[in-house]
């Protein structure tokens, strides 16, 4: 349900901190939060062609020292998570210069780590000096609010966008450059702008449309401009005006590109069904004592169901999972995807229909 009490869809201006106090108490599902790095940079930087680097060198970005930098972070992670969801989510990204000491922070209070994630930029910047590695990564932690947080994961929708493999945490994307990256005066506007594929990756992962999603570091916008096309809710908090006025402007020339909902819906059904014991089946009548079952459409491999909801395939008796896993050699077996019956025109129809027309018959509309 979305909170009346929430100025959604807009970028708000001033210190994070004050207006984070302001949210009601659990009302934000996911937060995507890309804080001041703390580079601690003592001197220019120059390339072997002596033209200057334009590094990040921002006032934002300046503490007098780690402990500053600590209090400032726990400020803003301890009210991101007063108003996060119990079932909503965090990402926090940064370099080796913060991520380490923001990790720590999380886990001080309270946050539950899910995964970290590795942006490994296709077109870094290279080390001009030539005396370190070239950092070509920033590091992602995802988290929940609690151990037992049941947070949003679309599994199968980042298995697609990996070409049918399971999405990795080592994510190969580029930099934001060409005519994604918003500059004024022919420079870039903002030193740190993130891709839009990262926040698309991220959003289409781990919300659902219609969900409210808060950047208490703004900038110039990116994750609301990904939000806005992917049909979220959205909430920017940023304290430098210059860059309100550009992610202003960005988000105002984003027109919808489709006018079906059901194009934005990704979440994993299966993943989030309701649970229905295989006895069930058998008490409703969907499938009864005696009727057979085959094993992967092979009506060679025949299991027998009994009384008590059991399999029986030969010698063996099981559950329909510990019965398929029997057959494939002890290798972990789903029995719904496994098991087909016979429907009353002779065809081989998976058992797992019928989960799906039990619930529709049996559950009210608050059971399910």
Same mark, same amino acid.
């Given at each position: 349900?979305?909170? #009346?009490?929430?100025?959604?869809? /807009?970028? @708000?201006?001033?210190?994070?901190? &004050?207006?984070?106090?302001? %949210? !009601? *108490?659990?009302?934000?599902?996911?937060?995507?939060?890309?804080?001041?790095?703390?580079?601690?940079?003592?001197? #220019?930087?120059?390339?072997?062609? /002596?033209? @200057?680097?334009?590094?990040?060198? &921002?006032?934002?970005?300046? %503490? !007098? *020292?780690?402990?500053?930098?600590?209090?400032?972070?726990?400020?803003?992670?301890?009210?991101?998570?007063?108003?996060?969801?119990?079932?909503?989510?965090?990402?926090?990204?940064?370099?080796?210069?913060?991520?380490?000491?923001?990790?720590?922070?999380?886990?001080?209070?309270?946050?539950?780590?899910?995964?970290?994630?590795?942006?490994?930029?296709?077109?870094?910047?290279?080390?001009?000096?030539?005396?370190?590695?070239?950092?070509?990564?920033?590091?992602?932690?995802?988290?929940?609010?609690?151990?037992?947080?049941?947070?949003?994961?679309?599994?199968?929708?980042?298995?697609?966008?990996?070409?049918?493999?399971?999405?990795?945490?080592?994510?190969?994307?580029?930099?934001?450059?060409?005519?994604?990256?918003?500059?004024?005066?022919?420079?870039?506007?903002?030193?740190?702008?993130?891709?839009?594929?990262?926040?698309?990756?991220?959003?289409?992962?781990?919300?659902?449309?219609?969900?409210?999603?808060?950047?208490?570091?703004?900038?110039?916008?990116?994750?609301?401009?990904?939000?806005?096309?992917?049909?979220?809710?959205?909430?920017?908090?940023?304290?430098?005006?210059?860059?309100?006025?550009?992610?202003?402007?960005?988000?105002?020339?984003?027109?919808?590109?489709?006018?079906?909902?059901?194009?934005?819906?990704?979440?994993?059904?299966?993943?989030?069904?309701?649970?229905?014991?295989?006895?069930?089946?058998?008490?409703?009548?969907?499938?009864?004592?005696?009727?057979?079952?085959?094993?992967?459409?092979?009506?060679?491999?025949?299991?027998?169901?009994?009384?008590?909801?059991?399999?029986?395939?030969?010698?063996?008796?099981?559950?329909?999972?510990?019965?398929?896993?029997?057959?494939?050699?002890?290798?972990?077996?789903?029995?719904?995807?496994?098991?087909?019956?016979?429907?009353?025109?002779?065809?081989?129809?998976?058992?797992?229909?019928?989960?799906?027309?039990?619930?529709?018959?049996?559950?009210?509309?608050?059971?399910?």
């Amino acid at each position: 349900m979305v909170s #009346k009490n929430l100025p959604l869809d /807009q970028i @708000l201006q001033g210190d994070c901190i &004050d207006i984070l106090k302001s %949210f !009601p *108490d659990e009302s934000i599902d996911l937060i995507f939060a890309d804080p001041p790095y703390n580079l601690q940079l003592n001197q #220019k930087l120059w390339r072997p062609n /002596q033209t @200057l680097v334009d590094g990040v060198d &921002d006032a934002w970005d300046q %503490f !007098p *020292d780690y402990a500053a930098y600590d209090k400032f972070s726990s400020d803003w992670l301890s009210e991101c998570r007063r108003v996060l969801k119990e079932q909503g989510a965090i990402w926090v990204i940064g370099s080796y210069h913060n991520i380490y000491r923001l990790g720590g922070l999380m886990q001080d209070l309270g946050y539950w780590f899910l995964n970290d994630v590795l942006w490994v930029k296709t077109n870094p910047m290279p080390n001009f000096r030539g005396v370190r590695f070239t950092n070509a990564h920033e590091t992602l932690i995802w988290a929940c609010k609690q151990k037992n947080s049941k947070y949003t994961f679309n599994y199968h929708a980042m298995k697609n966008l990996n070409d049918g493999l399971q999405m990795r945490s080592d994510w190969l994307i580029p930099l934001c450059t060409g005519p994604e990256r918003i500059k004024k005066d022919n420079k870039k506007a903002h030193s740190t702008q993130k891709p839009e594929a990262l926040l698309f990756r991220i959003i289409v992962s781990t919300s659902n449309p219609g969900d409210i999603i808060l950047d208490p570091f703004f900038g110039t916008g990116t994750t609301g401009a990904v939000a806005k096309k992917l049909e979220r809710h959205w909430i920017g908090i940023e304290q430098q005006a210059e860059y309100v006025k550009l992610a202003q402007d960005r988000l105002d020339s984003i027109q919808p590109q489709a006018n079906d909902p059901e194009i934005f819906k990704v979440m994993d059904i299966k993943r989030n069904q309701k649970r229905v014991p295989f006895g069930r089946l058998i008490e409703a009548g969907l499938l009864a004592p005696g009727q057979p079952l085959f094993f992967e459409r092979d009506k060679k491999r025949v299991a027998i169901i009994r009384a008590d909801s059991s399999l029986k395939f030969n010698d063996f008796i099981g559950s329909i999972h510990q019965t398929a896993k029997h057959i494939a050699g002890n290798k972990p077996a789903n029995g719904w995807q496994r098991w087909y019956f016979l429907d009353q025109k002779g065809d081989l129809k998976s058992i797992d229909e019928l989960r799906s027309i039990y619930l529709d018959r049996y559950l009210t509309d608050e059971e399910k």
